[in-house]
């Protein structure tokens, strides 16, 4: 299995909801990342894990909160989210520094909708 | 901080035309440069990186210090080249990405 798997695919969800997006790679990568990406923009870094700890924030607000239970998956809950956070959220998966470095493999993203 | 520069949105050339797809860094180390594509509906993928200095689908990438520069080229376009292209900059052992805002490439027949 060479892919990286993000659910759902798409997701309409109200300002008061609670939601997840779920991401799952089964390469043996050590580092899962979330990216933002909004139309017409390039992706844009959000949070990064190393190990199965969060190594990176990129001074993402606190509505999004993510979490990685072991080193296959990756989820990013989503509470009191706006308007403006609506785009396509990618996770990525890269093999641990020293094998492949710079050869981050996405998912095919979820793309959010926030009422 | 790092920062990629892609000057043009659009590049729009015609089958077996030259392509340069320009990238700008700033940056005053060593950087570590990528470039990523993205076909119509499919997922982001690594084209190449500057530390291999390959040729991949004809496109090579030769980063200049002196330019700060990491252009993409290829001396015959394709059709199916027709893509959005990304040049990346990379942190952290080239693991942590930041990207410029891209290129889309159309490639007429």
């Known amino acids: 299995d060479t892919e990286v798997t993000q659910t759902p695919k798409h997701l309409v969800m109200g300002m008061t909801n609670k939601k997840s997006l779920k991401c799952e790679q089964h390469?043996?990568?050590?580092?899962m990342y979330w990216y933002k990406q909004k139309a017409k923009k390039p992706p844009e870094l959000m949070f990064v894990?190393?190990?199965?700890?969060?190594?990176i924030n990129e001074s993402v607000p606190s509505r999004f909160s993510p979490e990685c239970p072991n080193s296959s998956l990756l989820n990013l809950h989503l509470h009191a989210l706006q308007p403006e956070d609506s785009a396509l959220y990618l996770c990525?998966?890269?093999?641990?520094?020293?094998?492949?470095?710079?050869?981050?493999?996405f998912g095919e993203g979820s793309r959010l909708t926030v009422l | 901080a790092q920062r990629v520069t892609q000057p043009e949105k659009l590049l729009s050339v015609f089958k077996g035309a030259p392509v340069e797809l320009k990238c700008n860094y700033s940056?005053?180390?060593?950087?570590?440069l990528f470039w990523y594509v993205q076909y119509s509906r499919q997922r982001l993928q690594l084209l190449l990186r500057?530390?291999s200095r390959e040729s991949i689908k004809g496109f090579t990438a030769d980063l200049n210090k002196g330019e700060t520069s990491f252009h993409l080229k290829k001396p015959f376009a394709q059709e199916e080249d027709s893509a959005m292209y990304y040049c990346?900059?990379?942190?952290?052992?080239?693991?942590?990405?930041?990207f410029g805002g891209g290129t889309r490439l159309m490639v007429k027949p």
């Open positions: 990525a998966s890269s093999p641990p520094p020293g094998q492949g470095a710079g050869e981050l493999f």
């Open positions: 940056y005053s180390g060593s950087p570590e």
């Open positions: 894990y190393s190990y199965e700890k969060l190594s």
């Open positions: 990346a900059f990379g942190n952290n052992a080239g693991n942590m990405l930041t």
């Open positions: 390469m043996g990568h050590r580092a």
């Open positions: 500057h530390i």
